[in-house]
């Protein structure tokens, strides 16, 4: 047998094993090129000039038919794209070039199926952001099938695609230095039967400022890479607390591998790579450590630490001649019940006649720094202490900070309402 027979009978042989792998039900192999991976994260190892590819080992189906990609770095370019393919699909490619494929490109927002031409499909997306992928099954019999994008929980889009007998695969391609992401092969898609769509809950629209948090309801989580004091994850309310909406709460779901969640309230234009208290204009609660950090990365100790299942809280005790601009008066809240699972914090809205006796004296340096307020802090129900600090123009705004893998917590910006 000559060289090149030899060759295509090797090949035959090896094809031949693969499908007799997946006809018989044994457990598929996930393949790669040029990427890193490490649990259920990648990162591409290539330089730039070659596309990393990563397909998963099964494909969509019934019972699974939605999967997620958090963008943990975006790199140099960006250039990462979440789609399905083929099982056997080429890996120098970006999933959506070639046929029988198609992604959403994080880049340029375009939507490639079968073609290195993408067509204009949705917003770009960035560090931070979660691209989703599924099918419709309900015509997946006749050959075809509806794929959809999500972003951040929410349809992007979709288009009509032909599908092999072997199914479609989920597949995430890289293309320039530094780009990461954490992929989600059991993310789960919600139909809502009221509206007859599918949609994901997301309360995103409570929050004016996101970097490295991912927001699932009232759940936040951390998605950084939690490395160094620079990869801060932050949220801050898109809303300053006011009298009339005057006190927050977060339950520590998870504190990951380091509990370095802070809760507390900082100016508008707060530096989105600080802790909550390291900088001006801020001051937070620290869990892992339980001291209180105000406009200072040294923190003073404040309470004890908190840990998983504990109740943070934070809120203002304003002056009671104090009106934010755009408030109207405030209603005569002497006394409010702030309610944490069954313990309850006994919380006076107003200050009292000695401290406001105290202010009038010093009420012209007041005027120039900014109208001062008292920031108080609870965990789980009981008062641990508060701060005295200058308003900054616009007010103060429920801001969380979180800083190392695993770390999740569910905030309620409205713990009185109810």
């Known amino acids: 047998m000559d060289p090149i027979n030899v060759l295509q009978h ?22 790669y090129m040029r990427l890193q991976k490490d649990g259920d994260t990648l990162s591409y190892q290539g330089n730039s000039e070659e596309v990393g590819c990563y397909v998963a080992g099964h494909p969509l189906s019934k019972r699974n ?69 599924g099918i419709q099954i309900e015509n997946i019999e006749a050959g075809l099938t509806t794929v959809f994008f ?16 072997e199914g479609m695969f989920p597949a995430v391609g890289m293309h320039s230095m530094g780009e990461e992401v954490k ?45 160094s004091i620079m990869d801060v994850g932050l949220a801050q309310a ?33 530096p989105r790579n600080r802790h909550p208290g390291w900088s001006r204009g801020s001051v937070a609660y620290h869990a892992d450590d339980g001291k209180i950090f105000h406009g200072s990365g040294v923190g003073d100790a404040f309470g004890p630490r908190c840990f998983k299942g504990d109740i943070m809280g934070c809120g203002i005790m304003f002056p009671r001649d104090y009106i934010l601009d755009g408030e109207g008066d405030a209603d005569d809240w002497d006394q409010l019940e702030v309610h944490a699972g069954h313990a309850a914090v006994q919380n006076v809205l107003y200050l009292n006649d000695e401290e406001e006796d105290e202010e009038d004296g010093e009420e012209a340096e007041q005027e120039q720094e900014g109208r001062k307020v008292s920031v108080f802090f609870t965990r789980n129900g009981k008062l641990m202490g508060r701060r005295e600090m200058a308003l900054p123009p616009g007010g103060l705004y429920p801001t969380v900070g979180m800083l190392s893998t695993g770390e999740k917590v569910k905030v309620d910006l409205h713990p009185l309402s109810g």
């Open 65 to 133: 038919c939605y999967f997620e990609v958090t963008i943990v770095d975006a790199g140099v370019r960006g250039t990462i794209a979440v789609g399905l393919v083929p099982r056997f699909y080429r890996l120098d490619h970006q999933p959506g070039w070639l046929p029988h494929s198609v992604a959403y490109h994080a880049d340029n927002g375009k939507l490639y199926s079968g073609n290195p031409v993408g067509q204009q499909f949705g917003p770009k997306c960035a560090r931070g952001d979660r691209i989703g992928c």
């Open 183 to 227: 992929v989600n092969l059991q993310a789960e898609w919600f139909l809502d039967d009221d509206e007859s769509m599918m949609m994901v809950d997301s309360h995103e629209d409570d929050w004016g400022r996101l970097y490295d948090v991912r927001v699932s309801g009232m759940v936040l989580e951390y998605v950084g890479k939690g490395k």
């Open 150 to 165: 999500t972003k951040n929980g929410k349809e992007v889009g979709s288009v009509e695609v032909p599908v092999s007998a």
């Open 10 to 31: 090797r090949c035959l042989l090896h094809l031949r094993r693969r499908i007799r792998d997946i006809e018989d039900g044994r457990p598929a192999k996930e393949r």
């Open 238 to 270: 898109r809303q300053p607390l006011t009298t009339r909406c005057h006190y927050f709460e977060l339950e520590i779901i998870d504190a990951g591998e380091k509990c370095y969640i802070a809760l507390g309230l900082a100016r508008r234009d707060y």
